[in-house]
């Protein structure tokens, strides 16, 4: 299955390959489609390609480093 | 005949059919309804828009529905208060409540939005229309979908007291209560709006309904006497209100419906949520997601879609954003109840309560022409104000019983 995430990166984070590693350990393939990063900050938008427990490991992953992983669409809930 | 040439990425510029979707395929970046505007400047006249009835269709040239809306409760044209007593409270000039507390069908300005989207899918083909809401939204897509004939299914956190969901369940729409986080609320409900074909107003049918917050915005204007305000204060939840009126006021610029629109537009979130204000505060234009903690329970999105594009509108306008606690919230519900008669739900608290910030901090200047935006009504959150308020004169029924009040009454009035 697919996901397409939005990711934020704190700054100390910013020169880290986390998603090399999510993309590595959760054997999962990311396809990035934007990304912007500034002195103090970074955001990427990606599609998440792997299974179902896969991406859910990869995404607690990235969350436990310390990213904030979003859905694209942001909050739905209104 | 409509106007809307189509649909075009915000981020790429990719151009895309009037379709229901909702994301660039390329970047991701959300689509935007884009009109044949030079055609619209030539069918759309402060006469003619004078001379239809007092609903947002008024102004359908701007909105992105093909002819006549063929659903739907009638919404919009509501009050614009000029707000002499709170003005003269403030020490400001010339003061405007845009109150969106009245004169819909669901009491809240998301009876705009819901009127476009469900207008939009009716001419989709969609049957069943869906939404995730922990309120205003749930209400207004379960009203105007009962009387559009749609299947209506409302998602909500499991977790959610039921006196928020007692409103939507009159209508009887099928609410289905996820056992989870709001997270993965969120996260099913991309899943359902990607496998179903059902009108998901605020996905894939996001850009249309988006669209019918400009209605708020072109009233301003009109109602001020085809004059843009000097600084318009709007509160903030995923920003695209924010950025609807910015969009309605250059519309009515670039159309020829005004001549001049020099406004400023000013952010209010509450503390406890306030990725957007946080951002402009800051200066930067990466919005941080947050966890929300505050009784504005309708701003309360951490994770803002159109944060960024909301950014950009304060950058372009040369406006600015403040956040207010939930005391100050509070205080400033009572404080336009009891100055204007307009009682506001906790989001208008957060609107008066950031524009008293503004005005002490000479962002908004004291001869500035302002407007408020307050969108929904108070009734909504009265739990808000529970042992906040005055507390009523309790009496045995007989005259001297009262007679003794008023001079009690009357001695702390004097």
């Given at each position: 299955m697919k996901n397409?995430?939005?990711?934020?990166?704190?700054?100390?984070?910013?020169?880290?390959?986390?998603?090399?590693?999510?993309?590595?350990?959760?054997?999962?393939?990311p396809s990035i489609r934007r990304a912007r990063v500034t002195d103090s900050i970074g955001e990427m938008v990606l599609e998440l390609d792997g299974s179902e427990e896969d991406l859910n490991n990869g995404i607690q992953y990235l969350r436990d480093r310390g990213v904030d992983v979003e859905l694209v669409e942001g909050d739905l809930i209104e | 005949m409509s106007y809307v040439k189509g649909l075009k990425c915000r981020e790429c510029g990719r151009e895309y059919h009037v379709d229901p979707i909702y994301v660039c395929e390329f970047c991701f970046g959300p689509l935007e309804v884009v009109y044949d505007y030079d055609g619209i400047k030539k069918a759309l006249t402060r006469e003619v828009i004078s001379s239809r009835p007092q609903n947002l269709w008024r102004y359908k040239e701007l909105l992105p529905i093909e002819g006549e809306p063929s659903t739907a409760l009638d919404t919009g044209y509501t009050p614009l208060v000029k707000a002499d007593n709170l003005a003269r409270h403030l020490g400001i000039k010339s003061l405007y409540i845009?109150?969106?507390?009245?004169?819909?069908?669901?009491?809240?300005?998301?009876?705009?939005?819901?009127?476009?989207?469900?207008?939009?899918?009716?001419?989709?083909?969609?049957?069943?229309?869906?939404?995730?809401?922990?309120?205003?939204?749930?209400?207004?897509?379960?009203?105007?979908?009962?009387?559009?004939?749609?299947?209506?299914?409302?998602?909500?956190?499991?977790?959610?007291?039921?006196?928020?969901?007692?409103?939507?369940?009159?209508y009887e729409p099928n609410l289905i209560a996820v056992d989870g986080n709001y997270d993965e609320v969120n996260r099913l409900c991309s899943e359902v709006a990607n496998k179903y074909r059902w009108a998901f107003v605020n996905i894939n049918i996001r850009p249309f309904y988006a669209e019918g917050s400009k209605s708020q915005g072109y009233e301003i204007i009109e109602q001020l006497g085809w004059k843009a305000p000097d600084a318009v204060v709007v509160p903030c939840a995923s920003g695209s209100l924010m950025t609807k009126i910015w969009k309605s006021f250059k519309e009515m610029k670039d159309v020829g419906l005004i001549e001049k629109m020099e406004t400023r537009v000013f952010s209010a979130q509450a503390t406890g949520c306030s990725p957007i204000v946080s951002a402009i505060k800051s200066g930067i234009d990466v919005i941080r997601p947050v966890k929300p903690d505050t009784i504005a329970k309708s701003l309360a999105i951490g994770n803002p879609a159109d944060g960024y594009y909301a950014t950009q509108v304060i950058k372009e306008s040369r406006g600015y954003g403040e956040d207010v606690s939930d005391e100050e919230i509070v205080e400033a519900i009572k404080l336009m109840a009891k100055t204007e008669g307009v009682f506001a739900e906790t989001a208008g608290g957060v609107t008066l309560a950031s524009a008293i910030k503004l005005i002490k901090s000479g962002r908004i200047a004291k001869d500035d022409v302002t407007v408020l935006c307050v969108t929904g009504n108070g009734l909504k959150t009265q739990e808000a104000l529970i042992g906040k308020t005055a507390e009523p004169h309790y009496i045995k029924p007989k005259l001297s019983a009262f007679e003794e009040v008023l001079e009690k009454i009357n001695t702390v009035k004097s």
């Open positions: 397409r995430v939005r990711l934020t990166f704190p700054q100390h984070l910013i020169q880290e390959p986390v998603i090399f590693m999510m993309a590595k350990d959760f054997n999962i393939m | 845009k109150d969106d507390t009245v004169a819909h069908p669901t009491l809240s300005f998301k009876d705009r939005v819901v009127a476009v989207a469900l207008a939009k899918a009716k001419e989709f083909g969609f049957d069943t229309v869906a939404c995730a809401s922990t309120g205003n939204l749930a209400h207004s897509v379960s009203a105007h979908g009962a009387r559009a004939g749609f299947k209506r299914f409302i998602f909500i956190p499991a977790s959610l007291e039921k006196s928020k969901i007692i409103a939507s369940l009159a």
